[in-house]
Structure formats: C-alpha cells, structure tokens
C-alpha cells in the first residue's frame, strides 16, 4: 500500500441474534498475498469514569472473515458501533518471521492508513520452557491494553484470568508454549 491509502468502507447494519438488537457496523476489506496475514486492532479510550482504576487505552481485535482470490486472502474486517469522532486502528501484517506495523484511522466510509513506520517498541517472546506472561489489568467492562499473538498461527493467546483480591480487580495471565515465537504489543500513553 502506498503513503495514506485510502480504502473504501461500506456501512452495514449486524443484528445480534442473542438480545434482538440491532449495533450499527462498518466493514473494510484487504487483500493480503499469498504468505501475509493481516490482523488490525481497534484502539480504544477508556471511560472517563473508569480512569483512575483502569488502563488509559485498550486494545480490541476486530472480527474478520477471509475469502480466497487465487493465491491471495481478501480479509474483510467489522467494525461494530463505529465512532462518530473515528477509530484508530493497529494493523499488523504478519510474514514468516517478521511483522510489518502500521496505523489507521475509520472515519466516515473510509479507511486512511499510513505507509510511515509507527514508533512502537516491539517485543517478540521466545522461551525454552512453558511460562506465563504478565500480570495486567482489565477495565470493568473486560478490556485490556496488551495483546499477544502467536506468530505462527496470527491468533491471538487467550489470557486466564482471575481476581486478584488485594488490589480488587480482574487481571489476566498468558500461557506461551515452549518453541514458539509470540508477539506482544501495548498500548501507553505518549510520555514527553
């Protein structure tokens, strides 16, 4: 994708079978090639309310479906209840043993994304023996600032989670397996 590609969205309405409500959604499509896997991430402010207990950010990985176009993935992503303001979204393309991270931001029906690398301090996890990874902290609607995905698979490690009885709050754990490569990503806020 060149410098600020614009793609183009198209509004659609999802009912949720379980409540009968309506939530009103955008959806976006990118086609990855053979080898690359696209997972984008909605970034999130936490609620004024929640603040002083809670992570100023929160991560949210979008939904997606997949078609396949010859040798190519055309990945389509949902937004549910987009924000009026926009959404800011972390996209990560994953490639055999490396991920190339841009940003971008919905508004209206479109999606604008940055070709100019983000400045993020990547991580990438890597142990001989099982281990858990960090304690963090959830919002009091279940949300959480950090992300860890396997490299291989692009899938995203489902954390335990428990209640923590000191400090009063859910927090979770990540399980890594042994031999695997993991991605781990945060979102901060900007420090001057």
Do not use: W
């Not at 997606?64 to 303001?85: H, L, Q």
Request: charged share 35%.
């Amino acid at each position: 994708m060149d410098e600020n590609d614009i793609l183009e969205c198209e509004k659609g309405v999802y009912n949720m079978d379980e409540e009968l409500n309506q939530v009103q959604g955008k959806y976006f499509s990118i086609t990855d090639p053979k080898d690359i896997n696209t997972v984008i991430y909605q970034i999130n402010r936490t609620e004024k309310e929640f603040l002083k207990t809670s992570p100023k950010y929160t991560v949210e990985r979008l939904d997606s479906a997949v078609e396949y176009i010859g040798d190519k993935k055309k990945r389509t992503f949902f937004v549910d209840n987009p924000s009026p303001n926009g959404n800011h979204l972390a996209i990560f393309s994953f490639g055999k043993d490396r991920v190339v991270v841009n940003t971008g931001f919905l508004e209206d029906d479109r999606v604008r994304i940055s070709k100019k690398p983000t400045p993020l301090k990547i991580t990438t996890l890597y142990n001989e023996e099982e281990t858990e990874y960090k304690d963090f902290a959830y919002t009091p609607n279940m949300k959480r600032q950090i992300s860890i995905i396997d490299m291989e698979t692009t899938e995203e490690v489902k954390p335990v989670l428990y209640f923590d009885e000191e400090a009063n709050e859910v927090k979770g754990k990540c399980k890594l397996k042994p031999y695997k490569k993991y991605f781990a990503f945060e979102v901060r806020e900007k420090k001057d």
